[in-house]
């Protein structure tokens, strides 16, 4: 590898290497004694955390989590209590002065220890004491100068974290000076210390390096003949007594000549780290001032040109134009601003802001017909698990004029760029009823909107993201960033075939494998280990430059050379987005293919249904195609008010995420084809419908369309890389048919509304609160965050499949298996109890139908159920202050229940606790099973308690515990909850979009 000498300080060229050709040497800092030393601590967490990794040399960043993995060492405070011992030992008796410690501090900075003694041999009293700060960094301990063979820190307590410990104890003959320090700290804590092979090279995989681009490139690659002579002449002084270390810096500096013949200048952002908590919260997490933009000379990296300083702001990311003069970036130029997407050509002249607003615009990058694409957080929506604001896809001219609206995505896209033949390839996060980790998959669009196409990755459960995808100059890959749905925006670069499937693991190639990447069945999104790499930047099909946390680094793919391009900064920040400056080839643009005047509708033909559900699903069985919208997440509410796993809002117990909206139904014809129109720029689905209203088949992803728009589809969950098949469809030769809307309405799905009035008229007269069949109560009294019939039909007894009445799918974290279940039939009404009972009308134990249910109401309830059983339409909420923005409960109820139950039902109940369901009944609150159970039958209770304990309702306990519901039916008569008479959306509630 070679690393470019004058940028002071690169991480490498802190020894005494001399320069080829002759030079003056450099002293080097004092040797780390612990290297050479045995260490043992008193208490070890586990088999990643041993006392071994404290004195290994390796240094993880402040906040890198499980970056510590066999590179720290922790106690077990569990077992341990708030101390510990820690002992370097030596073979033979060595000089010593100095220690070092580096406080664990990558998951929380409590888990430094405090307070501190040192021993020497086996000395009974401690040479040194004092006290460690809790800082992320080198902390001084000095002893008098000592020749001895162990050294014992004795750790007397931490800063109260859950496992404190050390990621480095290092240890010195003499004091090392500040300067000296510095270096240690640079080599130790640089991204380059975990990445040894970096310094290796080999003569011969450098010469078929040299030979395979003068192939690729012919008469561009001009340097090819000198480079081999150089070649020749190293590995002939190799051969000779010349000073191995100067052959080996020579090669070196080959190597990088060679990986970056042309390249001249960089475009580079120099910034702190932002350290985001997912991969979609970047452009509002992590803020810290300071860096800038720069053009940087590759022949001398200290030569730097500002083009924009950043003292108080941050710049985010950066793409250079087609004809390598101008460049976007994103600029927050104060934390209390946004980003906004601004240019500069690269001589420094013509700085310009093209956006501008209370939101964030970022990510951008020049298209092949002048325009810009870019993600923009102005439509008020944001993450139903989280609360970023949602960032989509837009588009605007050079001059910042005419934004469009590209993406309709209710979740998050991310870093858009172009592909070879002008489309945009991006990011996109969803989870339409599935998990939320997965999936950040690939997605291509035209640049008027039009054609969007799943491009890979849509069904594959590791890694969680892809993102930051460039084509690879002269082939159909894609090179990107796999990570994690957790944590910051780096981790393995990969190369992506997607011709050898579109969520197939032969597709995937992980080009860095220090960094392990799960198999695509497999895991649950989230990703381990170091965790480097980031903003991959292919310059021809064998070359590429990445940053990795700090330098950037230029490499083959297939990873036979590599070089630091450009070392990190002295100042801790790092560099990001690394781009060569110089003209690149412009992909064609594509025309758009949408009239100037149009309605706000498209025009979908589905050319055969049944292509992908054959032969679960039988020829003439699917009659309708239901068309239903995903409804945005429109409140900001704090995580920390989160209930069923991530909700926040609440929509449903554990199920959908988001709020339906049912658009209507459109037939099908005889032979699988329907051609329909659909409202445009929104996030829709479809779902496959028989006879009876059951979805024999759903999406569990969405699309968008633009006004006017045509789009074809093959089939049901067909093949993406399967063409239409050569038939003569019966939809086309007839118009477009309209949307039948559903009877209710389109609006969001409100399950107060829409369902529970079939049960209140064909169930509640059986399935009444008291003594209901089977301990069924449907009626609909509001519960603290439903109602009862839900919480009885949906919410009790759930599972990974749903509940025992309803089949619905888990969106929990941990649930990822089912994204890969998408065998038709597999969930919803065709697997659900409470379909079948609907559908037969829910016979008696002699065969006799129980009622008669009318098919609108039958619709409604398998409509519910395919809906993956949402209760509430939308996220608007009345209490946003509340837990899931949702649940009422009286304030007093659990302390009025346990004096109650100590006095009253210790004879039963062990320790006189109450039985409870895990929900309770707000209105109507007589007929919680509380109050229920223990009334005598003659005063209308199920006295299920055998000998009443409470006569009549005038018992005082009784109207004590029913009191409390008092203050409660006050507050809802005058704010009622979203899903009551009268409910409104709260006014103070936080829409902010920045």
């Given at each position: 590898?070679?690393?470019?000498?004058?940028?002071?300080?690169?991480?490498?060229?802190?020894?005494?290497?001399?320069?080829?050709?002759?030079?003056?040497?450099?002293?080097?800092?004092?040797?780390?004694?612990?290297?050479?030393?045995?260490?043992?601590?008193?208490?070890?967490?586990?088999?990643?955390?041993?006392?071994?990794?404290?004195?290994?040399?390796?240094?993880?960043?402040?906040?890198?989590?499980?970056?510590?993995?066999?590179?720290?060492?922790?106690?077990?405070?569990?077992?341990?209590?708030?101390?510990?011992?820690?002992?370097?030992?030596?073979?033979?008796?060595?000089?010593?002065?100095?220690?070092?410690?580096?406080?664990?501090?990558?998951?929380?900075?409590?888990?430094?220890?405090?307070?501190?003694?040192?021993?020497?041999?086996?000395?009974?009293?401690?040479?040194?004491?004092?006290?460690?700060?809790?800082?992320?960094?080198?902390?001084?301990?000095?002893?008098?100068?000592?020749?001895?063979?162990?050294?014992?820190?004795?750790?007397?307590?931490?800063?109260?974290?859950?496992?404190?410990?050390?990621?480095?104890?290092?240890?010195?003959?003499?004091?090392?000076?500040?300067?000296?320090?510095?270096?240690?700290?640079?080599?130790?804590?640089?991204?380059?210390?975990?990445?040894?092979?970096?310094?290796?090279?080999?003569?011969?995989?450098?010469?078929?390096?040299?030979?395979?681009?003068?192939?690729?490139?012919?008469?561009?690659?001009?340097?090819?003949?000198?480079?081999?002579?150089?070649?020749?002449?190293?590995?002939?002084?190799?051969?000779?007594?010349?000073?191995?270390?100067?052959?080996?810096?020579?090669?070196?500096?080959?190597?990088?000549?060679?990986?970056?013949?042309?390249?001249?200048?960089?475009?580079?952002?120099?910034?702190?780290?932002?350290?985001?908590?997912?991969?979609?919260?970047?452009?509002?997490?992590?803020?810290?001032?300071?860096?800038?933009?720069?053009?940087v000379s590759r022949k001398d990296p200290s030569n730097k040109k500002l083009l924009v300083e950043s003292p108080t702001g941050q710049i985010l990311d950066c793409d250079l134009s087609y004809d390598g003069r101008t460049a976007l970036f994103s600029w927050r130029r104060k934390e209390n601003e946004g980003y906004h997407v601004w240019s500069i050509h690269v001589d420094g002249t013509g700085l310009r802001q093209l956006t501008n607003g209370q939101?964030?615009?970022?990510?951008?990058?020049?298209?092949?017909?002048?325009?810009?694409?870019?993600?923009?957080?102005?439509?008020?929506?944001?993450?139903?698990?989280?609360?970023?604001?949602?960032?989509?896809?837009?588009?605007?001219?050079?001059?910042?004029?005419?934004?469009?609206?590209?993406?309709?995505?209710?979740?998050?896209?991310?870093?858009?760029?172009?592909?070879?033949?002008?489309?945009?390839?991006?990011?996109?996060?969803?989870?339409?009823?599935?998990?939320?980790?997965?999936?950040?998959?690939?997605?291509?669009?035209?640049?008027?909107?039009?054609?969007?196409?799943?491009?890979?990755?849509?069904?594959?459960?590791?890694?969680?993201?892809?993102?930051?995808?460039?084509?690879?100059?002269?082939?159909?890959?894609?090179?990107?960033?796999?990570?994690?749905?957790?944590?910051?925006?780096?981790?393995?670069?990969?190369?992506?075939?997607?011709?050898?499937?579109?969520?197939?693991?032969?597709?995937?190639?992980?080009?860095?494998?220090?960094?392990?990447?799960?198999?695509?069945?497999?895991?649950?999104?989230?990703?381990?280990?170091?965790?480097?790499?980031?903003?991959?930047?292919?310059?021809?099909?064998?070359?590429?430059?990445?940053?990795?946390?700090?330098?950037?680094?230029?490499?083959?793919?297939?990873?036979?050379?590599?070089?630091?391009?450009?070392?990190?900064?002295?100042?801790?920040?790092?560099?990001?987005?690394?781009?060569?400056?110089?003209?690149?080839?412009?992909?064609?643009?594509?025309?758009?293919?949408?009239?100037?005047?149009?309605?706000?509708?498209?025009?979908?033909?589905?050319?055969?249904?049944?292509?992908?559900?054959?032969?679960?699903?039988?020829?003439?069985?699917?009659?309708?195609?239901?068309?239903?919208?995903?409804?945005?997440?429109?409140?900001?509410?704090?995580?920390?008010?989160?209930?069923?796993?991530?909700?926040?809002?609440?929509?449903?117990?554990?199920?959908?995420?988001?709020?339906k909206t049912v658009l209507g139904d459109v037939p099908v014809e005889a032979d699988g084809s329907a051609c329909f129109r659909v409202p445009a720029r929104m996030p829709i689905y479809f779902l496959a419908l028989d006879a009876e209203g059951r979805a024999v088949q759903r999406m569990r992803s969405?699309?968008?369309?633009?006004?006017?728009?045509?789009?074809?589809?093959?089939?049901?969950?067909?093949?993406?890389?399967?063409?239409?098949?050569?038939?003569?469809?019966?939809?086309?030769?007839?118009?477009?048919?309209?949307?039948?809307?559903?009877?209710?309405?389109?609006?969001?799905?409100?399950?107060?509304?829409?369902?529970?009035?079939?049960?209140?008229?064909?169930?509640?007269?059986?399935?009444?609160?008291?003594?209901?069949?089977?301990?069924?109560?449907?009626?609909?009294?509001?519960?603290?965050?439903?109602?009862?019939?839900?919480?009885?039909?949906?919410?009790?007894?759930?599972?990974?499949?749903?509940?025992?009445?309803?089949?619905?799918?888990?969106?929990?974290?941990?649930?990822?298996?089912?994204?890969?279940?998408?065998?038709?039939?597999?969930?919803?009404?065709?697997?659900?109890?409470?379909?079948?009972?609907?559908?037969?009308?829910?016979?008696?134990?002699?065969?006799?139908?129980?009622?008669?249910?009318?098919?609108?109401?039958?619709?409604?309830?398998?409509?519910?159920?395919?809906?993956?059983?949402?209760?509430?339409?939308?996220?608007?909420?009345?209490?946003?202050?509340?837990?899931?923005?949702?649940?009422?409960?009286?304030?007093?109820?659990?302390?009025?229940?346990?004096?109650?139950?100590?006095?009253?039902?210790?004879?039963?109940?062990?320790?006189?606790?109450?039985?409870?369901?895990?929900?309770?009944?707000?209105?109507?609150?007589?007929?919680?099973?509380?109050?229920?159970?223990?009334?005598?039958?003659?005063?209308?209770?199920?006295?299920?308690?055998?000998?009443?304990?409470?006569?009549?309702?005038?018992?005082?306990?009784?109207?004590?515990?029913?009191?409390?519901?008092?203050?409660?039916?006050?507050?809802?008569?005058?704010?009622?909850?979203?899903?009551?008479?009268?409910?409104?959306?709260?006014?103070?509630?936080?829409?902010?979009?920045?």
């Amino acid at each position: 590898m070679g690393v470019p000498r004058g940028w002071v300080p690169g991480v490498l060229v802190f020894f005494a290497l001399v320069a080829w050709g002759g030079g003056a040497a450099v002293a080097a800092p004092p040797e780390n004694l612990a290297l050479k030393a045995t260490a043992w601590a008193s208490s070890e967490h586990n088999q990643h955390y041993l006392a071994k990794f404290a004195t290994d040399n390796k240094i993880p960043h402040a906040g890198s989590a499980s970056a510590d993995l066999d590179a720290a060492w922790c106690v077990l405070k569990a077992r341990s209590g708030d101390q510990a011992e820690f002992t370097l030992t030596w073979p033979q008796p060595v000089e010593l002065e100095e220690l070092i410690y580096w406080g664990r501090t990558t998951w929380f900075m409590n888990e430094c220890w405090k307070d501190y003694e040192v021993y020497l041999d086996g000395a009974r009293q401690p040479v040194v004491r004092g006290t460690f700060q809790m800082i992320h960094g080198p902390q001084r301990v000095k002893i008098p100068a000592s020749r001895v063979s162990k050294v014992t820190l004795k750790f007397l307590n931490s800063y109260g974290g859950f496992n404190p410990g050390a990621l480095e104890i290092q240890a010195f003959s003499r004091s090392p000076s500040d300067k000296e320090l510095a270096r240690i700290t640079a080599q130790a804590t640089s991204t380059l210390a975990i990445m040894p092979w970096v310094e290796k090279n080999d003569p011969k995989q450098i010469r078929e390096l040299i030979l395979a681009l003068r192939r690729l490139h012919g008469e561009q690659y001009a340097q090819a003949t000198e480079h081999l002579a150089r070649l020749e002449t190293l590995e002939a002084a190799a051969r000779s007594a010349a000073d191995p270390e100067q052959v080996q810096e020579a090669l070196e500096d080959l190597e990088r000549d060679v990986l970056l013949f042309d390249v001249d200048e960089f475009l580079v952002i120099q910034r702190h780290e932002i350290m985001a908590s997912h991969v979609y919260t970047y452009h509002y997490e992590g803020f810290r001032a300071g860096g800038g933009l720069y053009v940087v000379s590759r022949k001398d990296p200290s030569n730097k040109k500002l083009l924009v300083e950043s003292p108080t702001g941050q710049i985010l990311d950066c793409d250079l134009s087609y004809d390598g003069r101008t460049a976007l970036f994103s600029w927050r130029r104060k934390e209390n601003e946004g980003y906004h997407v601004w240019s500069i050509h690269v001589d420094g002249t013509g700085l310009r802001q093209l956006t501008n607003g209370q939101w964030h615009d970022y990510n951008a990058c020049w298209l092949p017909d002048g325009g810009i694409a870019f993600l923009s957080t102005r439509s008020p929506q944001f993450a139903y698990c989280w609360h970023a604001p949602v960032g989509i896809l837009h588009r605007m001219n050079a001059d910042g004029s005419g934004v469009r609206q590209l993406s309709a995505n209710y979740l998050n896209d991310f870093t858009p760029a172009v592909l070879d033949d002008g489309r945009i390839i991006y990011t996109r996060w969803e989870y339409v009823d599935r998990p939320a980790i997965p999936i950040q998959s690939l997605w291509t669009i035209n640049p008027d909107g039009t054609g969007l196409l799943g491009y890979f990755g849509n069904r594959v459960l590791s890694p969680g993201t892809f993102m930051e995808a460039r084509p690879i100059p002269g082939s159909t890959k894609i090179l990107c960033t796999m990570t994690g749905h957790n944590g910051p925006t780096r981790g393995a670069i990969g190369v992506i075939d997607r011709s050898r499937g579109v969520n197939a693991q032969e597709a995937i190639e992980n080009i860095t494998p220090d960094v392990p990447v799960p198999k695509v069945h497999e895991g649950c999104g989230n990703t381990d280990g170091t965790k480097q790499y980031s903003c991959p930047y292919p310059l021809d099909p064998l070359r590429f430059l990445c940053s990795i946390r700090g330098p950037v680094l230029v490499r083959t793919l297939a990873g036979e050379c590599q070089s630091v391009a450009l070392p990190e900064p002295d100042n801790g920040m790092q560099l990001f987005c690394p781009q060569p400056i110089r003209p690149r080839p412009r992909p064609p643009a594509i025309p758009s293919t949408l009239p100037p005047d149009s309605d706000d509708y498209a025009t979908v033909f589905l050319q055969d249904v049944y292509n992908g559900l054959e032969p679960y699903v039988h020829r003439g069985e699917v009659k309708t195609i239901r068309v239903v919208r995903e409804m945005p997440k429109t409140v900001r509410i704090d995580p920390s008010l989160r209930a069923f796993g991530f909700q926040f809002p609440v929509i449903s117990c554990g199920a959908t995420y988001a709020g339906k909206t049912v658009l209507g139904d459109v037939p099908v014809e005889a032979d699988g084809s329907a051609c329909f129109r659909v409202p445009a720029r929104m996030p829709i689905y479809f779902l496959a419908l028989d006879a009876e209203g059951r979805a024999v088949q759903r999406m569990r992803s969405f699309t968008h369309f633009m006004p006017g728009e045509v789009q074809g589809c093959v089939g049901c969950h067909e093949h993406r890389l399967q063409t239409s098949r050569p038939l003569a469809p019966l939809a086309p030769g007839r118009m477009p048919k309209t949307l039948e809307p559903p009877e209710w309405g389109v609006t969001g799905f409100d399950y107060a509304r829409i369902v529970q009035p079939v049960l209140d008229r064909y169930c509640v007269e059986c399935h009444k609160p008291v003594d209901p069949p089977k301990g069924l109560d449907l009626t609909g009294s509001k519960t603290d965050f439903f109602n009862v019939s839900y919480e009885m039909l949906a919410r009790e007894k759930q599972g990974g499949r749903g509940s025992p009445y309803v089949n619905w799918i888990p969106t929990y974290n941990g649930q990822e298996w089912n994204i890969l279940e998408v065998r038709p039939k597999t969930w919803g009404s065709p697997q659900s109890k409470l379909a079948e009972i609907v559908l037969s009308n829910h016979p008696d134990e002699n065969g006799k139908p129980r009622f008669t249910m009318d098919e609108t109401s039958r619709r409604r309830i398998l409509a519910w159920i395919d809906l993956n059983v949402p209760y509430y339409g939308s996220s608007e909420t009345a209490y946003p202050e509340k837990i899931g923005c949702r649940q009422i409960l009286p304030e007093n109820l659990d302390r009025v229940l346990a004096d109650v139950g100590s006095r009253r039902c210790h004879s039963c109940h062990a320790g006189g606790k109450v039985p409870r369901r895990e929900w309770v009944r707000i209105t109507e609150p007589e007929f919680n099973p509380f109050l229920v159970a223990p009334l005598s039958k003659t005063a209308g209770g199920s006295q299920k308690c055998g000998k009443a304990v409470f006569v009549d309702k005038t018992d005082p306990d009784y109207q004590k515990i029913l009191a409390t519901f008092a203050p409660v039916t006050t507050m809802l008569k005058t704010r009622p909850r979203i899903d009551m008479p009268g409910g409104k959306p709260a006014a103070d509630v936080c829409r902010d979009c920045q």
